[in-house]
Structures are given as structure tokens and as C-alpha cells.
């Protein structure tokens, strides 16, 4: 069977450039499980109102599918800027959960459990955005050069 190999098979080497596989990102793991909770959350509290539950399920589903974007772009600084936003989005979720409780949609359990999840999620995605701009890898799947470079 004849088939293409992945430049970096012909090359005999790993290189890592910006595009990749979201997949290996561990802080993408976290985020997706965290959409998920929420959506979870959402689904046995029938009584928030549309409005919260729209903006909630939206940020929740916003930082890791923002975080799949920038895999895709081509650029360390763009993969950057998209952690910046996957951030944003968590506070997002942090604020929405906040709300939820003190108007009495979600119990503490269900604040408590959120808020550390997001909270966990934002620091990763600090440590990410970190390691990305500063060239260095803690995590083998982040990029070290830009593909201009190569």
C-alpha cells in the first residue's frame, strides 16, 4: 500500500510548528470537560432563564473550541492570541456560574464545582500562553518556532 508520509516522517525528526492537534493539549481536555459539565448543569436546572442559559452554554462551549482555532492557525503569536480569548471566555463562565448561584438558579455544589473548573482551566491556559510566547515547552505539544522560521 502505498501512502504519503508526514513531513516530519520524510524529515526523520519531530517539528513542531503551530498548527497541530488540539488533542494533545492537556488544557484542551480540561476545557472540553468543562463545556461539558456545564451543559450537563444546564440540562437539570430547567428554570434558568433563557438568556443566562444561552450565554453560559456559549462561553462554556467558547474556550476550548477558540483554543481548537488557534491550533489552526499558523503562528506562535496567533496561537497566543486565541489563548487570550479561550481566557476571557473562561472568566465568562466564571462570572455566568456566579450568577446562576446568587439568583438562585444553581445550588453552591453546582457554583463550587464550576467556578474551580474554570478557575483550573484559566491557569492553565496562563501557563500555555506563557510557554507559547516565551519559546518554551512544558508541554510537548506547544509549538517552538513559528513556521516562518523553518
Known amino acids: 500500500m502505498l501512502g504519503i508520509a508526514p513531513p516530519t516522517a520524510i524529515l526523520g525528526r519531530v517539528h513542531l510548528r503551530p498548527m497541530q492537534d488540539f488533542r494533545n493539549l492537556d488544557v484542551w481536555h480540561k476545557a472540553h470537560e468543562l463545556a461539558i459539565d456545564v451543559h450537563k ?47 476571557a471566555s473562561s472568566s465568562e463562565v466564571e462570572y455566568w456560574v456566579l450568577l446562576a448561584k446568587d439568583v438562585g438558579y444553581f445550588p453552591t455544589s453546582d457554583f463550587e464545582r464550576l467556578t474551580s473548573s474554570a478557575v483550573e482551566v484559566r491557569r492553565m491556559l496562563f501557563g500555555l500562553r506563557k510557554a507559547i510566547r516565551n519559546g518554551k515547552r512544558s508541554d510537548p505539544s506547544v509549538p517552538l518556532e513559528d513556521s516562518t522560521t523553518t
Open 41 to 87: 448543569t444546564l440540562v437539570r436546572h430547567k428554570r434558568v432563564d433563557a438568556h443566562m442559559r444561552s450565554q453560559l452554554s456559549r462561553a462554556a462551549r467558547s474556550v476550548p473550541s477558540t483554543l481548537v482555532e488557534g491550533c489552526g492557525r499558523d503562528s506562535r503569536a496567533e496561537l497566543a492570541r486565541y489563548a487570550d480569548m479561550s481566557i
